[in-house]
């Protein structure tokens, strides 16, 4: 079996293809993929599924190189049920090639298969119609990613919680409601935390929904900070500009990824960066 890598960044010229080269196009989903191999004639030499697990990775990779000279992979779903493959694949030195996939309402209207949107996929590179680049997700900006999506989900369970119990507050009895009147928010959360479960339902509901805020709280700011820690150890510039906090950063850097040379230039933001060759 014969692997042409491809350096990171596109440094070294590449070989010319020649008829063994073969492109590989693989349709992701969350327990098998469906691949399959077209010569750079045009040719479909075969179509295969495989388990999305690493064995199955491992099994993918040799029976497309045993199809011809594998230099380039075309694959669906790069930053969610084909990231695993994705890294695989470019640890083993194939040039990976974002697809985009297909509209599923017109791909059940015309009958694909999987099997075709997997030949698709591999045609799209052939082609030159799919050149994007995908995102690595195997460093420190993956983790941020991770930790963001965590951290946002907290924040909104938060606001939901506060919400929540200043509604309940409103239609409380007027003892409870007055009691707890012009209270700042801490101070408000502080003193339903300690209501007694057992005066009734409404105390019992802004008791747990106080517990349920001060542990989102303790749970954003935890998050906060090794967001924080990660970004202070990866591009601690960015917390430097004026108007940049964690967030905020954490933001720019998911949106370039952790091979950020992927790259080019302003427009790359909008549209699929190019996988160069050489």
């Known amino acids: 079996m014969t692997i042409l890598s491809m350096p990171h960044g596109g440094d070294t010229m590449q070989p010319p293809a020649d008829s063994t080269t073969v492109v590989l196009g693989v349709d992701t989903h969350k327990d098998i993929h469906v691949a399959a191999v077209v010569s750079v004639l045009g040719a479909l030499l075969g179509t295969r599924e495989f388990p999305a697990t690493t064995t199955g990775y491992r099994e993918l990779l040799s029976w497309a190189c045993s199809l011809g000279t594998l230099r380039q992979a075309g694959v669906e779903g790069t930053g969610s049920y084909g990231a695993g493959l994705s890294r695989y694949l470019a640890g083993e030195g194939i040039a990976v090639i974002e697809v985009n996939r297909p509209d599923r309402a017109a791909r059940r209207r015309s009958g694909k298969t999987d099997a075709v949107d997997a030949e698709a996929a591999a045609r799209a590179v052939l082609g030159g119609r799919a050149t994007g680049c995908p995102k690595s997700k195997d460093g420190p900006v993956e983790e941020l990613r991770v930790l963001k999506v965590v951290k946002d989900s907290a924040v909104r369970n938060r606001t939901q919680a506060i919400n929540q119990l ?23 959360f502080k003193a339903c ?9 409404v105390h019992h509901a802004l008791r747990l929904l106080a517990h349920r805020i001060k542990q989102l709280t303790a749970e954003t700011t935890a998050l906060t900070r090794q967001i924080t820690t990660i970004i202070q150890g990866h591009q601690p510039q960015l917390l430097e500009l004026t108007g940049v906090g964690p967030d905020s950063a954490a933001i720019l850097l998911v949106t370039a990824g952790d091979n950020h040379d992927r790259l080019r230039d302003e427009a790359s933001f909008e549209v699929p960066p190019r996988c160069e060759e050489g």
Do not use: H, M, W, Y
């Open 166 to 188: 200043k509604a309940i507050l409103v239609s409380a009895p007027a003892r409870l409601r007055e009691s707890l009147a012009g209270l700042t928010n801490p101070a408000l």
């Open 193 to 201: 935390a300690q209501l007694d479960p057992d005066e009734g339902a």
